[in-house]
């Protein structure tokens, strides 16, 4: 399966992944919780920098129309008031 | 106009102070965050504010909430939250409104539909999920703010059911996972133990919050008057959130989720009907009602509220210990652990052994239902005062009625009910057999 570099990009730090176009974008956040870039949590929000478009987690990358090189911004909405 | 108390205001391009001053909101949750936003709204003009919370002040909460004094504590939020923008609000004759009540259960959303544009301030998802698909049944907009630490996330949603809602931002997954840890609770202590978390939060990130959920609400005032100015963009289905450890603000921009089943409307049925009913009446009378104004084949559901959350009417249940039938007849929002043990095994203290069950009844018709439920009034069988309550026909050809509460409205929102002047035309007394 054909691979793209993508970034992301939370909290003021980036870091760059290398991975299949298949993954969901879920599984990609889960891959980068597990090495400690984004802390764990079960809410993420994704959007392409360029266009602020959010992405839907569940479908993978290539459904999210994500291009190689893209930078990825992740976010973790507040819930409290 | 120059001259006038919001003078400097005024002197922004565009900005017109008489879209404030008749213009109402919604505060919902009267914490950190709430605090923040009803001031503002006060101190810009705004001249309709309803706040609704159901807890009390706690010292905890003083550091956060610039209306709540140390003498304060133990008082009711959303009561000191309208005592506080009576003394300064910047307008003649404001409308400020409260009520203690739990949102998801007990705030009727014929209520909500007295408002503009609902500001969401609470502290857990269920509501802000609850109170997304009250917004786009009502079609208002709806702006949910919530904080975590030095950052905070704001979300813009129009009414429009086009539009994405705050359950579009998340996953079909994450939104039933979050809801049914509340759904499949048959005990309403569990609930409120799953609602109530000690969240690391501070005065700044609510202040900011606060500050930019009135910001977007004249935007969206605007915006409704003149759509074309750009400078007043509501920026709707943009979901902001604030990084304090780069100063950033990054945008997500959703669509509406496929999947997503909040996207109905009142006004999809034509819309609601106010009536001179009131929760205080009961099924009877209020059957009876309906049957006078649109005929006799048409019963009261609750379904429509079952849609997220568990507003059944419990009728029998087995005793959670040794499994003999007991009558409950109780909401099932209201059920309690207690409530499912048969006399001899509560008073003997004895533990739960069997999992929680009951007959849930969504329906209610004058043929089909029995006097004890006919005679108990709305309210017990779980609708809230000021509710939009369901009438169904048993001809399937037929759409559902949404039949507003308004007889409440007096008892709820006495100020805005005081200030419309066209609404003290009507009489709304309780509506009698």
Redesign the interface.
């Known amino acids: 399966m054909e691979e793209i570099t993508i970034t992301l990009s939370y909290g003021g730090n980036e870091q760059e992944y290398i991975c299949p176009k298949n993954w969901t974008v879920a599984r990609v956040l889960s891959e980068s919780a597990a090495q400690g870039f984004l802390p764990s949590a079960t809410n993420y929000v994704v959007a392409k920098e360029k266009t602020e478009e959010a992405l839907i987690n569940s479908r993978t990358l290539e459904e999210n129309g994500v291009q190689d090189g893209e930078v990825l911004n992740v976010g973790i909405p507040g819930k409290a008031g | 106009m120059k001259g006038t108390i919001t003078d400097r205001q005024e002197r922004i391009p565009g900005f017109q102070q008489d879209l404030l001053n008749n213009a109402r909101i919604a505060i919902i949750?009267a914490?950190?965050?709430?605090n923040e936003v009803a001031k503002n709204a006060a101190l810009t003009g705004i001249g309709g504010i309803f706040s609704v919370d159901m807890d009390h002040v706690s010292d905890t909460n003083l550091p956060g909430t610039v209306l709540f004094t140390r003498a304060d504590v133990g008082s009711s939020k959303a009561m000191l939250v309208a005592e506080g923008l009576r003394k300064m609000h910047v307008g003649e004759h404001p409308s400020i409104d409260w009520i203690d009540a739990d949102v998801c259960y007990e705030l009727g959303e014929g209520l909500l539909n007295h408002y503009d544009i609902i500001i969401n301030?609470?502290?857990?998802?269920q509501t802000?999920l609850h109170l997304a698909r009250v917004s786009k049944l009502l079609g208002k907009p709806c702006i949910d703010?919530?904080?975590?630490?030095f950052?905070?996330?704001i979300?813009t949603s129009s009414g429009d059911t086009a539009e994405a809602c705050y359950a579009c931002?998340?996953?079909?997954?994450?939104e039933e996972?979050a809801l049914s840890r509340v759904r499949n609770s048959c005990d309403v202590t569990l609930r409120k133990a799953i609602n109530t978390?000690k969240?690391?939060?501070i005065i700044t990130?609510a202040s900011q919050v606060g500050a930019l959920a009135i910001d977007r609400a004249i935007k969206i005032l605007h915006h409704k008057k003149a759509p074309n100015l750009k400078e007043y963009d509501p920026l709707f289905d943009?979901?902001m959130?604030f990084?304090s450890?780069?100063m950033?603000i990054?945008?997500?921009?959703?669509?509406r989720?496929c999947t997503c089943t909040n996207h109905i409307s009142y006004a999809d049925f034509g819309g609601v009907i106010k009536t001179p009913l009131s929760a205080s009446n009961t099924v009877r009378e209020t059957l009876l009602w309906v049957k006078r104004q649109f005929g006799d084949d048409y019963y009261l559901s609750l379904l429509k509220d079952c849609a997220k959350l568990p507003h059944a009417f419990i009728t029998t249940a087995k005793c959670t210990c040794c499994g003999k039938p007991i009558d409950v007849f109780m909401p099932q929002f209201k059920v309690e652990e207690k409530d499912l043990l048969c006399k001899e095994c509560f008073e003997n203290g004895s533990d739960s052994q069997f999992p929680s069950s009951g007959i849930r009844m969504f329906d209610f018709s004058l043929e089909g239902t029995e006097d004890r439920i006919l005679n108990m009034t709305l309210q017990d069988i779980g609708i809230p005062l000021f509710h939009i309550v369901e009438i169904d026909s048993f001809d399937e050809t037929k759409n559902p009625l949404f039949l507003e509460l308004t007889g409440d409205m007096p008892k709820l929102l006495p100020e805005l009910y005081k200030n419309e002047s066209a609404m003290n035309e009507v009489q709304y007394e309780l509506v009698k057999q």
């Open positions: 949750g914490g950190r965050t709430g301030c609470v502290d857990n998802l802000r703010t919530g904080i975590d630490g950052d905070w996330t979300f931002t998340m996953t079909e997954e994450e996972a978390g969240a690391a939060t990130s943009r979901m959130i990084t450890s780069d950033r990054t945008k997500y921009k959703y669509s989720r």
